[in-house]
Antibody, heavy 122, light 107 residues
């Protein structure tokens, strides 16, 4: 069955960097766009970034543009989120999620990981 | 960017009640909207896609409607397992955006 497993979360100081990984199982990873979504403690969901199936197209939320980079390694079935210049407001649970398609049209997110907590604090 | 305004932010209801949640988009998004349910400490789950299509395995008491700028999620008869927070998500254009969420609580 489809499984997404995030890793790499932790406590870091403001201004530093962290890389999250998301290992994918149970589906043809190289065929699907993949996303990161985050949720600050006690707050709502915030879409963060997407990468196309082949890694050629990437889009970001304004709040992370220029600081975060999404990437993927289809040979390892793994999605990444490189987070630089971290701020306290980046503190959140970060979920990776698989894009859901009908034909070639994106229809949302159908499978999610369990989340990785990132805490940015001095 | 497209803003999604969801209402109400919370509601109290009883088992068996009919519940309606609304999302409004700041510009037309055709039917490029989904509804997600999240329980405490868990990842969200997709209930509805393309505004009105039921995701596989989701009970038929959940339904969605709308197009353009106004969308509705309806739970026809609230069950104990439905107490959760619900979010809309527009996937018409990047950046995708969620509504603020509606927490459905037990009356």
């Amino acid at each position: 069955q489809v499984q997404l497993v995030e890793s790499g979360g932790g406590v870091v100081q403001p201004g530093t960097s962290l890389r999250l990984s998301c290992a994918a199982f149970g589906f043809t990873f190289r065929s699907f766009g993949m996303h990161w979504v985050r949720q600050a403690p006690g707050k709502g969901l915030e879409w963060v970034a997407v990468i196309s199936y082949d890694g050629k197209n990437k889009f970001y939320a304004d709040s992370v543009k220029g600081r975060f980079t999404i990437s993927r390694d289809n040979s390892k079935n793994t999605l990444y989120l490189q987070m630089n210049s971290l701020r306290p407001e980046d503190t959140a649970v970060y979920y990776c999620a698989k894009g859901f398609y009908v034909g070639d049209t994106a229809m949302g997110l159908d499978y999610w990981g369990q989340g990785a907590l990132v805490t940015v604090s001095s | 960017d497209i803003q999604m305004t969801q209402s109400p932010s919370s509601l109290s209801a009883s088992v068996g009640d009919r519940v309606t949640i609304t999302c409004r988009a700041s510009q037309g998004i055709r039917n490029d909207l989904g509804w997600y349910q999240q329980k405490p400490g868990k990842a969200p789950k997709c209930l509805i896609y393309a505004a009105s299509s039921l995701q596989s395995g989701v009970p038929s008491r959940f339904s969605g409607s709308g197009s353009g700028t106004e969308f509705t999620l309806t739970i026809s008869s609230l069950q104990p397992e439905d107490f959760a927070t619900y979010y809309c998500l527009q996937h018409n254009s990047y950046p995708w955006t969620f509504g603020q969420g509606t927490k459905v609580e037990i009356k």
